[in-house]
């Protein structure tokens, strides 16, 4: 059973230089990565990519050959690797026996909750490689600061989850520069555990290009409280505390807390119940050695739960 993250959100969300810090993080705590960029205008990678689909096919050359632009362009190119599936499934074979999975997708938002090929291209891989993937929905936490642009980023959110129909994790990116884009006008948790959006409609109303739309907004807002399944969790990428607790709200959501445990139903119950409280701050941020044997404990689990990692690697 292999494990891993589907990376998704909008343009400058900030989904390369997630799977760059995520990547390094897990690499920290022991696990072995591999990057997949399924991203074919991405042509500048920060991070060391185990599988390209411009090793398949380039977004220059669907444009320039079938006269697209970027958007057709995009939607051209998951179509061809839902039709070359076996492609990818053949670079990721060698992989499964002990890698951890990022796949850093296109930011393209119509690709994950109007068009099917990229949930066909995920479903096919989940069925065939017997894969346990958690959706990251990244969100640029400055539409926070902008009542409209938040629910627009529910909408999609909401859109996507059901799209999709993954485990999924809503994420505000960017935390840490929300302060300069400006006051908000609640506190946080408003908008992380999307709270009563009547007030939200109460500023929109004061904006003159805004309350031509209010019972747009209202039927809008409606939806999202009726459905009741989005919210968010927030992640500044460069601080080691805010990526481990994402890390552990995936790994909770897409079963990696339960690997190798032999437990009943109950048991799994509980812990799935649980906090996850595992030591993932206890590594300096600069380590270098040569074979170190590392226990993680999991405090809250049964004491002969263990996880067991050797390293060889050498970090700075």
Wanted: charged share 20%.
């Amino acid at each position: 059973m292999v494990f891993g993250q589907v990376v998704i959100g909008p343009p400058g969300s900030g989904k390369t230089t997630y799977c760059n810090g995520m990547s390094q993080f897990l690499k920290l705590i022991g696990r072995k990565v591999a990057v997949i960029n399924l991203d074919p205008a991405n042509d500048s990678l920060p991070y060391e990519c185990a599988i390209n689909i411009e090793d398949l096919i380039k977004l220059s050359d669907v444009m320039t050959e079938h006269s697209l632009g970027p958007n057709g362009g995009l939607v051209y190119c998951m179509d061809y690797l839902e039709k070359n599936i076996d492609w990818l499934q053949s670079k990721l074979e060698p992989l499964l026996k002990d890698h951890y999975l990022l796949f850093d997708f296109p930011g393209q938002v119509e690709l994950f909750f109007l068009h099917s090929n990229a949930k066909n291209v995920v479903m096919k891989l989940i069925k065939k490689l017997n894969l346990r993937l958690t959706a990251v929905h990244l969100v640029d936490a400055h539409l926070c600061s902008d009542p409209a642009k938040y629910i627009s980023a529910l909408i999609l959110s909401l859109s996507t989850m059901l799209h999709l129909e993954l485990p999924h994790i809503n994420v505000l990116s960017k935390i840490d520069l929300i302060e300069s884009y400006g006051k908000l006008s609640f506190n946080l948790d408003f908008y992380t555990d999307v709270q009563d959006l009547s007030y939200l409609q109460h500023h929109l109303d004061q904006d003159p290009r805004s309350a031509k739309f209010r019972k747009l907004t209202k039927e809008l807002c409606d939806v999202i409280e009726d459905f009741s399944i989005v919210n968010f969790t927030t992640l500044d990428i460069q601080d080691k505390e805010s990526v481990g607790n994402l890390v552990k709200l995936i790994d909770k959501s897409n079963g990696y807390i339960f690997a190798g445990i032999d437990a009943s139903a109950v048991e799994f119950s509980k812990i799935a119940v649980r906090q996850v409280d595992w030591d993932y701050y206890r590594y300096p941020s600069h380590l270098s050695f040569n074979l170190l044997f590392i226990y993680i404990t999991c405090d809250n689990l049964p004491n002969i739960v263990k996880y067991r990692i050797d390293t060889s690697a050498s970090f700075s």
